[in-house]
């Protein structure tokens, strides 16, 4: 549980100093742009038609759209969050995959089981590497891993008994607060009512106690699981219990949304955050325990790092609670602080807008000395990047930082509003694919909506610089002439590879060692395999440290063995 | 870690907690690597096939290249069939494999898609190229375990290539031909086995073969298909052998009858040669079908028994627990017995009474907690009750050995957070000193951090 704490003193020397006027008028709403194509890159049109090249006709048709020439300044329309053309091996994975692994998961005390057959259970256990500082005498599953293992007994005759017995002897056993359950490919189509059991359950042992529609068919991705996990999230958690006055003091209350604490990211923001003198009530997912969810309608502002996966939820507190959203990036120094000044703007308290300055002045003045000795190392070497649904777009920031140019970027599962930006979002077709995921109709509640921040109020952050409720996407933030490519194929990753020679590449396991056996570094940014914290300020002089040991390990030298080296000329 | 693990051990019907086994699926990938030019199709939902390419690559630290019918709720409603064919054009198309070895998911197998039955629509629709192969094996991820993948795919490239012999007197024989199946174990290991099998003069066909597939080089270059992996014309030459030796019950058996069943080629199911007995009767066999025993395979035999000479005082009456894939436990269970320890606690997540029946043979009046189908918390309940001096099983283990503070080797699948296993064998005399070298490690190491002052020893 995060106490709040009074925060910690900062020189009043450098309080006073802040021109808080200035810091009020800088423009918070223009996307940065991003660092220009190097010299002597491919013809990005020819290139395009090359990719596609090896496809059948038809699927030529399809991938075409999905790979754009960006211009930042009349952004390209491209295909995104449609189905995946079998057989090109892909890298992305299913709705269950978006809803346990990736929301879920990283909730310490929420009991977890996973109805199915073993496999599901198994392969999320662990491997995303949610890191929770859990104290000895709470309740932490990270660890383990329940499932009912279904088997051919249940799949014929059904396996609604066996889940209703192994949640039972969960209790049992465990005793937790609450038990979330999540449905695999087969309990849908055998009919399992995982709602129905989960209610009689809850009703017999007196915990909450609900289920996940989460079959790995349904949707095109993860995608379909991350807006199914923030409904039942939404619906049977948000709002179940209310904030002790006593941890209502400061107003500056925020939940962090999207923050998952893979290698120990939502530490670092937490750290920051406290520095700050701004109270997290709850993180979506990261280092969270489930009441810490269950009182997050009382902050006063929801932060988004990851829009992909929790834009929903932003939505629906807003619709039911009235709690504004803000778009933030603590991935890269320079939009760790941009980031910091949009809450202080938000809001607009004199003293916190002086304490965020102090503070970004003093952890830049730790940070600048690396940057400035990584940056003439790496300064101009060029990175692609393929993941995820935010980070191939938040890790730009970071490589800028050192003068590291994206040429091409994409993401796995995102949508087109992730690429183009919020203002795309009411030209989005929605598919029968995405249309069989829940939509749900939020009113505001009538005991507790209140709207922090009336229409006028709104209205003034945004014409003083400060965009609410926003995204800019992507394509804004890349140069003009880059490639982006949406739910890229191994193909065309090793074909962009061998043309663009990029330093890094920047993508998930399944590539990896593809990359490196081509002789360039990969840096893994699904789960980051080992390393961590990249996010906030000391995560990324950790990044920098990372990229330039990456991209100058003397190994690389010793591919060629010397007898096969051609002689200097 | 893992504090919630009560001493006290109830029964559970229904829930499996931390479990010491997996999906057939990600076997039947594996073995499919296994095949030279080959590549394995997942046949359901996109998450199956990035789940089991991630695992296997976090193991090999190696490229593992998939491709899936990527299912939406379309496909699990009306049938995958269009996703297969499609599937099948774009791989064929973009990838040129000579071989695609299908495997169903639970997904596809509930909604039962008939596999043989769209691969001649694709024949029909000329979707596969001349002279290539669509293979398949039904791998229902609710039936056994990732072993039982494995061997289900090592059966299929038996029955779709081994040409069929009519009766056994119209066989063609080669009397140096040998046939194995290794198992669901390390590319190190297949490696070794040829080189212990070819030692005897014996001409060999493994199958599958993931060395040269997932232990690859570096040199700069990503080859798609590397040089490894069984031929499609060996394994069309199955019949030849003089026998097809099966190196465990679990994961091979079932591919050797099956070459037994088409071309009328005696099997030999044996232990997987992990260990000094087990490598002994893998060695006897190849005298018996044809080897010669060189002096060479002597002395490696003569080193690893004078390593236990040397080491025994360490190894005696220490107790073991072990866990892992049957194949694996049952020869490491007999390997800890002929090293003096005693494995108190032996268990795998895999189905099959006949695990404990071999269990039970091996330790006799000193069996302890054997248990198939079991899991890792029943594991870790068992080491509260009855504590052990060294853990031996995946990497899953680490935990229960950070949490009840005991040395840990890890052997096995998957190995996810050391290197070595993919590149340097378990099994054979070799495998069995460079193991027993890595326990002996681990018990003094810890020998030398709990030991007072002046009982830490230079020499020992």
Known sequence: MKTPEAAPELPAKALAAVDVEAISALDLSRPDAGLAMPSGSPDPDGLVRDLVSFYPPRVQRKRSRHIKVNDPHEIPKIEANVRTAPGIITQRGCCYAGCK????????????????????????????????????????????????????????????????????????????????????????????????????????????????????????????????????????????????????????????????????????????????????????????????????????????????????????????????????????????????????????????????????AQEMGELEPVRTDVRTRTNGRSVMMY?????????????????????????????????????????????????????????????????????????????????????????????????????????????LIKVYKPAVVCSGIKDKYVIEKMGVPCKQLHNYDYGGPYAGFKGAINFYIEIDRMVNAEVWRLITPPWAAKKPA | MLNHTPTEIAERSALRINPAKTCQPIGAMYAALGIHRCLPYSHGSQGCCSYHRSHLTRHFKEPVMAATSAFTEGASVFGGQPNLLEGLKTVFTTYSPDVVAVHTTCLSETIGDDIPQIVGEAKRQEIIPEGKYVIHANTPSYVGSHVVGFANMCTSMATYFAKEVKSPRRRTTDKHQINIVPGFVDPSDMRELRRLAEATGLKVTMFPDTSGVVDTPQTGKHIFYPEGGTTVTELQNLGRGVATMALGWWASRDAAIEV????????????????????????????????????????????????????????????????????????????????????VHVLTGTPGKRFGEEANRILGAKAGNIKFEGDLFTMHQWIKNEPVDLLLGNTYGKHIARAQDIPFVRVGWPILDRVGHSLMPTVGYAGAIRLASRMLDALLDRRDRDAPEHQFELVL
Request: hydrophobic letters at 40%; a negative charge; proline letters at 4%.
């Open chain 1, 101 to 360: 692994g990736v929301v879920l998961g990283p909730i310490t005390d929420v009991l977890q089981i996973v109805h199915g057959p073993v496999g599901c259970s198994y392969y999320a256990w662990m491997t995303r590497r949610n890191q929770a500082d859990v104290p000895d005498d709470a309740q932490n599953f990270l660890n383990y891993a329940f499932t009912t293992d279904m088997t051919e007994n249940e799949i014929i005759f059904g396996g609604e008994k066996k889940l209703a017995q192994a949640i039972r002897e969960a209790y049992e056993i465990f005793h937790p607060k609450a038990i979330a359950v999540f449905s695999t490919c087969p309990v849908g189509l055998i009919g399992d009512d995982v709602h129905a059991v989960a209610r009689e359950m809850k009703a017999e042992l007196g915990i909450n106690i609900f289920g996940f529609s989460c079959e790995g068919y349904k949707g095109v991705s993860q995608s379909a699981g991350h807006h199914i996990a923030n409904n039942g999230l939404f619906a049977n958690v948000v709002g179940t219990e209310e904030l002790p006055a006593s941890m209502k003091t400061n107003p500056f209350r925020v939940n962090m949304l999207g923050e998952y604490n893979i290698g120990g990211d939502a530490f670092e923001i937490e750290r920051i955050l406290a520095r700050c003198g701004i109270q997290l009530i709850s993180t979506f997912s990261g280092n969270v325990q489930y009441s810490e969810i269950a009182r997050s309608a009382d902050a006063n502002l929801n932060l988004i790092q990851c829009h992909r996966s929790i834009n929903y939820m932003a939505e629906m507190m807003e619709s039911k609670f009235g709690i504004p959203w803000l778009k933030v990036n603590f991935i890269g120094a320079d939009s760790t602080a941009k980031s910091l000044r949009k809450i202080g703007r938000y809001f607009g308290d004199e003293d916190l807008i002086a304490r965020i300055e102090v503070v970004i």
């Open chain 1, 387 to 495: 993941v995820g649904g935010s980070r191939a777009h938040h890790y730009q920031a970071l490589f800028s930082d050192i003068g590291m140019p994206t040429v091409s970027a994409g993401y796995e599962f995102a949508h087109r509003d992730d690429y183009e930006g919020s203002r795309v979002l009411d030209s989005i077709t929605i598919d029968a694919d995405s249309r069989n995921i829940e939509e749900l109709t939020i009113t505001p509640d009538p005991e507790r909506f209140a709207p922090r921040k009336t229409e006028e109020e709104l209205a003034a952050l945004e014409a003083g610089g400060l965009k609410m409720h926003n995204y800019d996407g992507m394509m804004p933030e890349m140069a003009k002439g880059s490639i982006v490519v949406d739910d890229i194929s191994h193909a065309e990753l090793e074909h």
């Open chain 2, 260 to 343: 037994e069943k088409k071309a009328y080629v005696p099997r030999e199911i044996l232990d997987l040669p992990i260990g000094i007995g087990a490598t002994d009767r893998f060695l006897k066999i190849l005298k018996f079908r044809g080897g010669e025993i060189t002096k060479e395979l002597e002395r490696e035999r003569g080193q690893l028994v004078d390593l236990i000479v040397d080491t025994q005082q360490h190894f005696h009456g220490k107790k073991v627990a072990i866990f892992g894939d049957p194949d694996h436990v049952l020869a490491l269970t007999e390997f800890c017995r002929d090293l003096g320890m005693v494995p």
